[in-house]
């Protein structure tokens, strides 16, 4: 018998919740047939108690605890049917992560305990597994969310003025030589000066930080000695990941950090990962939501013993169920209103808006969201695909919504590689595929526009290799993708070649300052400004080490020369207005000017005709862009192997053309050339003039 106090408490909030006084716990299942609360002491070793919590109202267990207090340690137990041909799964012997937890204390320690199934049984998953896996799981934390934040005020950047940072909180900070060692790779290594510093003279608005939800190694990796560095594997969506927690610190450590990005003037989107989570498939472990109510939490198959699953990981979210659709926009919530973050990026979205085999713009989750008061006003980016039918929805978001344009990525690499045919996608690509977004309202700021992203090549190898290098993953180079549009300049690798580092700096430059001359939303990825290498792995998901950290020292002066010119590329994107278009541009007349607002231009002199745009040959082409002052902004640019010249235009108010930047040695600023003249188009380069 318990020598705790129980009362019956309420059915909400879900969760544990400290008022003050005691705390209160409430679990959803729909289909258990009891719960209990166990637990810890404070080292989360030994199991204190047991106790069953008391009340069952609408299909959600509750008790009140006036004797605990933040700082407990808890997990629960839920007994009901274990049948996976009905779709079934409970197992009381197993410890479960409560899915509203806000804090988790420890790591996960892989055991074939944390299997509800005998792993080795002929049965697989229709075997029993008896043994108690509280040693193995991580412990939930009651937690106290008071916390001060002084004025913390969010910057709310236009998403027309928006430039996005994409960085891995370990990543980014882990080789930082001023930071003490245990505090590198934690939120609080991204409060550092140094690291603040950084960004704000680059430019950026925002920084994208890539999972920070709890996450788990999978045990496959853990098996070869790697790790889980991307975190897309979510056990826990209302509790920051302990392994970026520095030592000593609490939860609240997130909350400073975000409040220090604010003070600098910078936004923070958090990756969320809402499609599937750490459980896998059938034959993965039972951490939370599988033993908590399997078949409400997940879409099953037709035979209900099997998963439906369009993520690659084996399950897929059930949101769908009202209170799983619950569940996920109280998480969001919680980091919009109790940690002031700006946005999130939601990966494999379009399992997110699926009923089975068919993707609805209108589904459940997204009219939630776009009814929701708090999450409406935040930034939403969706990666618009995932491996089901019909996966690839690039376009296909409902209005509020931003999508990362994988189009882009891959026209831009092409042209740049030297494929034939691409002006016309470019031409699109540079003023923001409006044939995708412009519907319903929707704005050039819709497509995020990106070259490179933690998946995939960094921007330095990107230029330096032509085949994915992934031995390190343990998969004979299996694994990531083939399809990379890479060029490596002509040697695979390393070189010291001065001819083809001269090239590999100039691609360098061509792919960010066509990025940043786009109309969209720009997205860099960490270190692509400073040469970040992986050395050729494309899929580096499993290298928590130096393959994806990105380098602060010693830094070649190539790579240092490189930051300057993209922090310039970024302050000349800021101060024109005419490169963060609000509105769709389509040739039409300036007020006042007599001239398009957007024009193409030949080298040989004169506009692009129908049949120049079907000349596959072509590689360089112009873009003049106009508005109602007396300003233009003229880019030029050559993929061509050979030298070109190029007639500047005339256009009225224009007397000369200033060069503001180049790609052949990174200059910025320059001569004036008079319009009519003809100035000379280096091989595989841009020039960008003002007028």
Partial sequence: MSRLRVRPGTPHPLGATWDGSGVNFALFSAHAEKVELCLFDRQGRRELERIPLPEHTHEVWHGYFPDLRPGQLY??????????????????????????????????????????????????????????????????????????????????????????????????????????????????????????????????????????????DDEFLVRKGLSNYWGYNTAAFFAPAPRFISPGASIHEFKTMVRKLHEANIEVILDVVYNHTAEGNRLGPTLSFRGIDNASYYILGDDPRYYFDTTGTGNTLNLRHPRVLQMVTDSLRYWVEECHVDGFRFDLATALGRDRDTFHNDAAFFDAIRQDPVLS???????????????????NFPPGWTEWNGAYRDVVRSFWKGDDGMLPDLARSLLG???????????????????????????????????????????????????????????????????????????????????????????????????????????????????????WADLPERDLALRDFTAAAIAF?????????????????????????????KPEGGFMAAEDWQDGLRKCIGLMLCDEGTSCVLILINAAPNDLSFRLPTAKGVEMWQRRLETVHGEVGGAEFAPESELTMTARSMILLEG
């Fill in 75 to 216: 997990g629960y137990r839920v007994y009901g049917p274990y049948e996976p041909k009905a779709g079934h799964r409970f197992n009381p012997h197993k410890l479960l992560i409560d899915p509203y937890a806000k804090a988790l204390y420890g790591e996960l320690r892989w055991h074939e305990a944390c299997f509800g199934y005998r792993v080795s049984s002929s049965r697989e998953d229709l075997s029993f597994d008896r043994r108690d896996s509280a040693r193995s799981m991580p412990k939930c934390v009651v937690i106290d969310p008071a916390v001060t934040w002084g004025p913390d005020v969010a910057p709310k950047t236009p998403w027309s003025d928006t430039i996005i940072y994409e960085a891995h909180v370990g990543g980014l900070t882990a080789l930082h030589p001023e930071i003490p060692g245990p505090v590198r790779g934690t939120f609080g290594a991204l409060t550092d000066p140094d690291v603040i510093d950084h960004l704000v003279k680059l430019g950026v608005t925002a920084i994208e930080l890539m999972p920070v939800q709890a996450f788990f």
């Fill in 377 to 395: 006003r935040t930034k939403l980016i969706a990666e618009p695909w995932d491996i089901g039918p019909g996966g690839y929805q690039l376009g």
């Fill in 433 to 551: 595929f409006a044939d995708l977004f412009e519907h319903r309202g929707r704005k050039p700021w819709a497509s995020i526009n990106l070259i490179t992203a933690h998946d995939g090549f960094t921007l330095n190898d990107l230029v330096s290799y032509n085949d994915k290098h992934n031995e390190e993953n343990g998969e004979d180079s299996r694994d990531g993708h083939d399809d990379n549009r890479s060029w490596n300049c002509g040697v695979e690798g390393p070189t010291d070649d001065p001819a083809i580092l001269q090239l590999r700096d100039q691609q360098r430059r061509n792919f960010l300052l066509t990025l940043l001359l786009s109309q969209g939303t720009p997205m860099i990825v960490m270190g692509d400004e400073q040469g970040r290498t992986q050395n050729g792995n494309n899929n580096a998901y499993c290298q928590d080490n130096e393959t994806s950290w990105m380098k």
């Fill in 573 to 601: 994107r800021k101060a024109h207005p005419l490169l963060r278009q609000t509105r769709f541009l389509h040739g039409e007349e300036v007020p006042g000017r007599d001239i398009p607002n957007v024009q193409w231009l």
